[in-house]
C-alpha cells in the first residue's frame, strides 16, 4: 500500500561519506517517524537514526555526530548523511516508517524499504 524505495548504497573507502534517500509514495507527514535501520549478517536489525513527525531526531551512540537524517516533505523523501564511514558501518540500509496512516478511519502501519546496502572497506 506504502512503497519505502531506498537509494544511494555502495562500495567506499574509509573515512568516506555516503548519502542515503528514501522516496515514499504519499506523505511522510503522514507516519509517526521516519527512520532508518542497518542490519549486517548473523547480527539483528538496529535503529540508525530517525526523525518524528515533529521535525525531533534521534540517533544511535555509535552514529552520533558522523550521520544526520533529514527530511524534504514536499519530495516525501528522508535522507541519512553518512561521514567519517568506518568499516562497522557495513550492513544492508533499511528505510521504515512508524504508523504510517493511509486512511483516517484506521490506525497507521509499519512499512519498510527493501533495503541497500553499504560496503566501508578499510
Known amino acids: 500500500q506504502v512503497q519505502l524505495v531506498e537509494s544511494g548504497g555502495g562500495l567506499v573507502q574509509a573515512g568516506g561519506s555516503l548519502r542515503l534517500s528514501c522516496a515514499a509514495s504519499?506523505?511522510?507527514?503522514?507516519?509517526?517517524?521516519m527512520g532508518w535501520y542497518r542490519q549486517a549478517p548473523g547480527k539483528q536489525r538496529d535503529l540508525v537514526a530517525d526523525i518524528t513527525l515533529g521535525g525531533r531526531t534521534n540517533y544511535a551512540d555509535s552514529v552520533k555526530g558522523r550521520f544526520t537524517v533529514s527530511r524534504d516533505t514536499t519530495k516525501n523523501t528522508v535522507y541519512l548523511q553518512m561521514n567519517s564511514l568506518k568499516p562497522e558501518d557495513t550492513a544492508v540500509y533499511y528505510c521504515h516508517a512508524d504508523s504510517f496512516r493511509t486512511s483516517y478511519f484506521r490506525p497507521g502501519h509499519d512499512y519498510w524499504g527493501q533495503g541497500t546496502q553499504v560496503t566501508v572497506s578499510s
Open positions: 504519499a506523505s511522510i507527514l503522514s507516519a509517526d517517524a
